[in-house]
């Protein structure tokens, strides 16, 4: 159990038996009547958010989570396919649960995955992942002076801006939180 005093931004909690993070909370203490804290909840099997008002003292459940290290193989038209690092067993997950990250999944890639209640639910992948570029056009020489970006499919089929000196075959580190061009990583 967690009292409202334990609470912090990315502590998992279960209410009315459903698993969420912590997004926000704020701690009130008006002059008159009990202390409260305010909170901004993310859901995380469904990815809706849920604000609630606890009183000072109270207390939550903690979530029945645990994370398994995966690598990431595959994917295909049902969704895409993990296989954990420890005992090599696959594991599907579907598209809706994946999310945004699989904008940045690329052939072996180590990540966690979250599971609640023996069935997996989301991903943590790495802040940066390292993708190539697999389509761009030519930037035109002399035009770099200005500081310009041009956009960049990788491999993945993600869109990116990237700097007009870059070309196709280029590895690019991509913050996964963003989803911004950090730099280019040399061959």
């Given at each position: 159990?967690?009292?409202?005093?334990?609470?912090?931004?990315?502590?998992?909690?279960?209410?009315?038996?459903?698993?969420?993070?912590?997004?926000?909370?704020?701690?009130v203490k008006p002059g008159?009547?009990?202390?409260?804290?305010?909170?901004?909840?993310?859901?995380?099997?469904?990815?809706?958010?849920?604000?609630?008002?606890?009183?000072?003292?109270?207390?939550?459940?903690?979530?029945?989570?645990?994370?398994?290290?995966?690598?990431?193989?595959?994917?295909?038209?049902?969704?895409?396919?993990?296989?954990?690092?420890?005992?090599?067993?696959?594991?599907?997950?579907?598209?809706?649960?994946?999310?945004?990250?699989?904008?940045?999944?690329?052939?072996?890639?180590?990540?966690?995955?979250?599971?609640?209640k023996g069935s997996p639910?989301?991903?943590?992948?790495?802040?940066?992942?390292?993708?190539?570029?697999?389509?761009?056009?030519?930037?035109?020489?002399?035009?770099?002076?200005?500081?310009?970006?041009?956009?960049?499919?990788?491999?993945?089929?993600?869109?990116v801006q990237v700097p007009?000196?870059?070309?196709?075959?280029?590895?690019?580190?991509?913050?996964?939180?963003?989803?911004?061009?950090?730099?280019?990583?040399?061959?």
């Amino acid at each position: 159990m967690y009292s409202t005093a334990e609470f912090r931004r990315g502590l998992k909690i279960e209410i009315d038996k459903k698993p969420f993070i912590i997004v926000d909370f704020q701690h009130v203490k008006p002059g008159k009547g009990g202390a409260f804290v305010r909170t901004k909840m993310k859901n995380l099997i469904n990815g809706s958010v849920l604000e609630k008002t606890f009183r000072s003292g109270e207390k939550v459940e903690k979530p029945d989570l645990n994370e398994k290290d995966m690598q990431y193989l595959y994917k295909d038209d049902q969704g895409f396919h993990f296989m954990d690092t420890e005992n090599y067993e696959q594991v599907f997950i579907s598209t809706s649960q994946v999310g945004d990250a699989a904008n940045f999944l690329s052939d072996g890639l180590e990540l966690t995955v979250l599971y609640y209640k023996g069935s997996p639910i989301s991903l943590e992948i790495p802040n940066f992942v390292e993708l190539p570029i697999e389509k761009t056009e030519p930037g035109v020489k002399g035009d770099t002076a200005t500081g310009g970006s041009k956009p960049a499919t990788l491999t993945t089929g993600f869109v990116v801006q990237v700097p007009l000196f870059l070309n196709e075959g280029d590895v690019l580190k991509v913050d996964t939180r963003s989803g911004e061009y950090v730099e280019r990583i040399s061959k």
